[in-house]
């Protein structure tokens, strides 16, 4: 059945690839996270072992979120290891770095996908998508509150 919501197809389009690489960055970052959930060790480690906890949850939650708005758009979300590495810009963590870089290491992470958000928040807005304008400032808002948190630790 044809989707007739007010959307060109070649709007959907256009939104639908940015938003996949705003999953692909997202689900990157929910893995680094969670394995540095797993890994982080030190004198910071009850500290930083439940944060990263909250944050790979809340991240658990926003990939759902955003993979859905791609399907309500008419197309199917990326959902593999090799389409994620070919969308993402989050990079994947090396070995097991200390905890100080993990931070560092999640800091970037999060201004990455708060990058790639706001790079193609123009693309809905200028097709009238407010529901991809507002999820996507959603997003922004959690990875820049979520960076300057991690940022704080590192003072």
């Known amino acids: 059945m044809d989707i007739n919501t007010g959307l060109s197809a070649s ?52 990939v759902d979120e955003v993979a859905e708005r791609i399907r309500a758009l008419g197309f199917p979300a990326p959902g593999s290891y090799t389409q994620f590495a070919k969308l993402a810009t989050v990079k994947e963590a090396e070995g097991v770095p200390a905890a100080t ?13 708060t990058r790639t958000a706001r790079d193609m928040f123009s693309t809905a807005s200028d097709a009238d998508d407010e529901a991809t304008a507002d999820l996507l400032t959603q997003r922004i808002h959690l990875h820049e509150k979520t960076a300057w948190m991690l940022r704080s630790l590192l003072d």
């Open 101 to 113: 870089d993990m931070i560092k290491q999640l800091v970037e992470g999060h201004e990455t996908v």
């Open 11 to 62: 709007d959907r389009e256009q939104i639908a690839l940015g938003l996949s690489k705003v999953l692909a960055d997202s689900y990157t970052l929910y893995l680094k996270t969670h394995n540095f959930h797993w890994n982080v060790t030190g004198p910071m480690f009850q500290t930083l072992h439940l944060m990263f906890e909250a944050q790979y949850t809340e991240l658990a939650g926003a």
